[in-house]
């Protein structure tokens, strides 16, 4: 989290930047949002990325197979059962992209390299987050464990 933090102070960003306000089609924007994204599941909290969810309803997938229209809470819920028991070595952004639509809708690719209970082999997963611009705002709209 350290490193992310410091990319964003070396580059002056400003804190509404990391919350992922934007304007229309913003890429900078959409790029602070994923990587507010990655410094969050990165660092375990996910405290920030609790308030990037679209309240509407998060479609899921974790490997158990789809859910959708999950309210934050239970997004939050199946995210830290799913980190449960694992330990974080580090998560990058893996790419990122804005694909277009109306509203705009985006992405994140987080590669998180963790390693299982007595465990000491690092696993990376491949975890997608979808972004749709809200307003002013980049909000997680889908989360998948990618395959």
Same mark, same amino acid.
């Given at each position: 989290?350290?490193?992310?933090?410091?990319?964003?102070? @070396? @580059?002056?960003? /400003?804190p509404? +930047?990391?919350? &992922?306000? =934007?304007?229309? &089609?913003?890429?900078?924007?959409? %790029?602070?949002? +994923?990587?507010?994204?990655?410094?969050?599941?990165?660092? &375990?909290?996910?405290?920030?990325?609790?308030? @990037?969810?679209? #309240? *509407?309803?998060? %479609?899921?997938?974790?490997?158990?197979?789809?859910r &959708?229209?999950?309210? #934050?809470?239970?997004?939050?819920? /199946?995210?830290?059962?799913?980190?449960?028991?694992?330990t =974080?070595?580090? +998560? $990058?952004?893996?790419?990122? +992209?804005?694909?277009g639509? $109306? !509203? =705009?809708?985006?992405?994140?690719?987080?590669?998180?390299? /963790?390693?299982? !209970?007595?465990? =000491?082999?690092?696993? $990376?997963? %491949?975890?997608?987050?979808?972004?749709?611009?809200q307003? /002013? *705002?980049? %909000?997680?709209?889908?989360?998948?464990?990618?395959?």
């Amino acid at each position: 989290m350290l490193r992310v933090l410091g990319a964003f102070l @070396l @580059l002056g960003c /400003a804190p509404a +930047a990391l919350l &992922g306000q =934007s304007g229309e &089609g913003d890429h900078e924007a959409l %790029r602070q949002a +994923a990587l507010l994204i990655v410094s969050d599941w990165d660092d &375990g909290e996910l405290s920030h990325l609790s308030h @990037l969810l679209v #309240p *509407e309803g998060v %479609r899921m997938d974790l490997g158990g197979g789809e859910r &959708g229209a999950l309210s #934050p809470r239970q997004v939050m819920a /199946a995210l830290r059962d799913f980190r449960d028991g694992l330990t =974080s070595r580090s +998560a $990058t952004l893996a790419r990122w +992209a804005e694909v277009g639509g $109306t !509203p =705009s809708r985006g992405f994140a690719e987080v590669a998180w390299e /963790a390693v299982g !209970p007595g465990g =000491s082999h690092a696993v $990376t997963h %491949r975890l997608y987050f979808g972004l749709l611009e809200q307003g /002013a *705002e980049w %909000r997680v709209s889908e989360i998948r464990l990618l395959r």
